[in-house]
T-cell receptor
Framework: DTAVSQTPKYLVTQMGNDKSIKCEQN?????MYWYKQDSKKFLKIMFS???????INETVPNRFSPKSPDKAHLNLHINSLELGDSAVYFC???????????FGPGTRLTVT | AQSVTQLGSHVSVSEGALVLLRCNYS??????LFWYVQYPNQGLQLLLK??????LVKGINGFEAEFKKSETSFHLTKPSAHMSDAAEYFC???????????FGTGTSLTVIP
């Protein structure tokens, strides 16, 4: 009965590779997000989708592309991975009226 | 535009002592305010939220926060710290249409036995 799930939990890859992180929520929420948390624990929103439509697209390299096949899923695809992409990536979803967010367990991406 | 500032990136308290984690916000409209906790190697968990009802908000694990508009603050408190409270705490602010959501830089709480 996991609310927000992400796969994989750990991802180790080499520079230049392309990888994807999957996110699914079973809360019935309309809005989903991707965050990046760096080594200093700073959380930065990357993208937000509402009912499969992009509503927030912060300044991130266009190597990052979110894809929402339906409102329960928001996947993150990263092309040409760089060392600086190493971080923990969190998926979240939120209620439509109070906007409290529910987070997944995170995906620790390590680029070597 | 909205933002939150958390004063003190690291706070240490003795077990049983008062926990006070500070958060100040900036918003042109009445915001929604949240506190989240992150235990090591885990995702963020909602502790409590303010959505313009009572200004004193009670959350899980004995935490509470008070919304003070005059001080633009939303400080988190707990009367008596437990060892299990050691974690990273984040204050967050949202507008009322869900288009803007900002986290503070976090406060790491250490509880000393």
């Amino acid at each position: 009965d996991t609310a927000v799930s992400q796969t994989p939990k750990y991802l180790v890859t080499q520079m230049g590779n392309d990888k994807s992180i999957k996110c699914e929520q079973n809360l019935g929420h309309d809005t989903m997000y991707w965050y990046k948390q760096d080594s200093k624990k700073f959380l930065k929103i990357m993208f937000s989708y509402n009912n499969k439509e992009l509503i927030i697209n912060e300044t991130v390299p266009n190597r990052f592309s979110p894809k929402s096949p339906d409102k329960a899923h928001l996947n993150l695809h990263i092309n040409s991975l760089e060392l600086g992409d190493s971080a923990v990536y969190f998926c979240a979803s939120s209620r439509p009226t109070t906007y409290e967010q529910y987070f997944g367990p995170g995906t620790r991406l390590t680029v070597t | 535009a909205q933002s939150v500032t958390q004063l003190g990136s690291h706070v240490s308290v003795s077990e049983g002592a008062l926990v006070l984690l500070r958060c100040n916000y900036s918003s042109s409209v009445p915001p929604y305010l949240f506190w989240y906790v992150q235990y090591p190697n885990q995702g963020l968990q909602l502790l409590l939220k303010y959505t313009s009802a009572a200004t004193l908000v009670k959350g899980i694990n004995g935490f509470e926060a008070e919304f003070k508009k005059s001080e633009t603050s939303f400080h988190l408190t707990k009367p008596s710290a437990h060892m299990s409270d050691a974690a990273e705490y984040f204050c967050a602010v949202s507008d009322r249409v869900g288009n803007q959501f900002y986290f503070g830089t976090g406060t790491s709480l250490t509880v000393i036995p």
